[in-house]
C-alpha cells in the first residue's frame, strides 16, 4: 500500500560526502514526519535525524553540523545530506515515515529497506 524505497548510499573514504534519498510512494492521505535511523554491526538503531511536516529538524548530537535533513513535500522525498563522513558513520540507514492512509484515523509507521553507508578510514 506504502512503500519507501531508499537510495544514495555506497562507500566513501573518511572526509567525503554523500546523499542520501527516501521516496514515499502509493495510495495515502498525508505524511507527518520523516527521518532516518541507523544501526552499526552489534549496535541498537539510533535516530540519526528527522524533519516534521511544517520543517522542523532534529539532529543526533553525533551528527550535527556534519548532516542536514531535508524534505520535498511535493515529491512525498526525504534527504539526508551527509558530509565529513567517519569510520564511525558506517551503517545500514533506514528511512523512517510516519503515514495517514485514506480511510484512517491514525497515523502509521513505514519503513524503508535499509540502505548500506560504508566509510573506510
Known amino acids: 500500500q506504502v512503500q519507501l524505497v531508499e537510495s544514495g548510499g555506497g562507500l566513501v573514504q573518511a572526509g567525503g560526502s554523500l546523499r542520501l534519498s527516501c521516496a514515499a510512494s502509493g495510495r495515502f492521505f498525508r505524511i507527518s514526519d520523516m527521518g532516518w535511523y541507523r544501526q552499526a554491526p552489534g549496535k541498537q538503531r539510533d535516530l540519526v535525524a528527522f524533519?516534521?511536516?511544517?520543517?522542523?529538524?532534529n539532529y543526533a548530537d553525533s551528527v550535527m553540523g556534519r548532516f542536514t535533513i531535508s524534505r520535498d513535500n511535493a515529491k512525498n522525498t526525504v534527504y539526508l545530506q551527509m558530509n565529513s563522513l567517519k569510520p564511525e558513520d558506517t551503517a545500514v540507514y533506514y528511512c523512517n515515515a510516519r503515514v495517514q492512509r485514506y480511510g484512517d484515523n491514525w497515523w502509521s509507521d513505514y519503513w524503508g529497506q535499509g540502505t548500506q553507508v560504508t566509510v573506510s578510514s
Open positions: 524533519v516534521a511536516s511544517g520543517g522542523s529538524r
